[in-house]
């Protein structure tokens, strides 16, 4: 899954930085009118491997591997027409699916909830901490829904014990608590460590390859990004900088490679990102 950081977020994600300046249609450094997707093949400084436009600047960013062929590529979710935008290539053009969600929640992710190797929707309720996960990347209520999580949690999602499944989680962004959730329904959590905080967003990924998703952490104003191979209290973490102001993080596959590395997905966020100000520093 991609655990996407509150994009999850973070799919990968959570859904929720670019190199070099954005050129929107008021000119550089505009907002634009698509959002824009930067995305860079190893987890270190350096400029973007890949770049293009999709899905509309209003929008969520969500990463998933759609189709089942190894790759991550780019979603959208609109808060507002609550239509899901997924794209099976990391290149400008249409969506290969696009529908319309009945299920309720305001933040998009995605994550692998049935272990076939396909990455599908969920949506999460930040007041509610309520999850609706599906099955199928269509429309159609939710497969799973339970409540998870605690007042100011933010979601994230990936296979925290190697069983090819993905299950949920929460990050605290004023604490830095972590708490990790071995299965897709209510209950405590199965794994709870402290890393980071202070504001930043949380990021999930495979950063080594073992087959594990593990935490991490991006703070806006600095575009730093703190990537730690162990679900655990500790110090040690990857270390760099890459990104420009205003850009959100994402992460995933982008190569089929099997290590997930860090993306940028650049938009307006004025539709849906204010509420997450009240729990970060911008």
Do not use: K
């Not at 605690?150 to 949920?168: A, E, H, M, R």
């Not at 993080?249 to 990102?273: E, H, S």
Request: charged fraction near 15%; hydrophobic fraction near 35%; glycine fraction near 16%.
């Amino acid at each position: 899954m991609r655990g996407d950081g509150i994009v999850s977020q973070s799919c990968r994600g959570p859904a929720y930085a670019t190199v070099g300046r954005l050129v929107g249609a008021g000119g550089v450094g505009a907002a634009p009118a698509s959002m824009a997707w930067n995305l860079r093949n190893s987890n270190s400084s350096g400029g973007a491997d890949v770049t293009f436009s999709f899905g509309s600047a209003d929008d969520q960013p969500v990463a998933g591997d759609w189709n089942g062929d190894g790759v991550t590529t780019p979603g959208t979710f609109s808060p507002v027409s609550r239509t899901w935008m997924l794209r099976d290539f990391n290149s400008a053009g249409p969506a290969t699916i696009q529908f319309a969600t009945v299920m309720t929640g305001d933040v998009a992710i995605a994550g692998d909830w049935d272990g076939n190797g396909t990455e599908t929707i969920g949506l999460f309720d930040r007041g509610t901490q309520m999850w609706s996960l599906r099955n199928t990347n269509n429309a159609g209520p939710a497969d799973l829904v339970f409540a998870y999580g605690s007042p100011g949690g933010l979601p994230v999602v990936g296979d925290w014990n190697g069983d090819g499944i993905d299950t949920v989680g929460t990050f605290n962004a004023s604490t830095g608590d972590w708490s990790l959730r071995n299965s897709n329904s209510s209950g405590p959590p199965n794994v709870v460590f402290t890393f980071d905080g202070e504001g930043r967003l949380p990021v999930v990924g495979d950063w080594n390859g073992d087959g594990l998703l593990t935490t991490g952490t991006f703070d806006r104003p600095t575009r730093t990004w703190r990537l730690r191979n162990l679900n655990s209290t500790g110090a040690g973490a990857n270390t760099f900088v890459f990104g420009d102001p205003g850009t959100l993080p994402i992460t995933g596959d982008w190569n089929g490679n099997g290590v997930d590395t860090i993306g940028a997905a650049y938009g307006t966020q004025r539709l849906w990102l204010a509420p997450l100000r009240t729990l970060t520093h911008n």
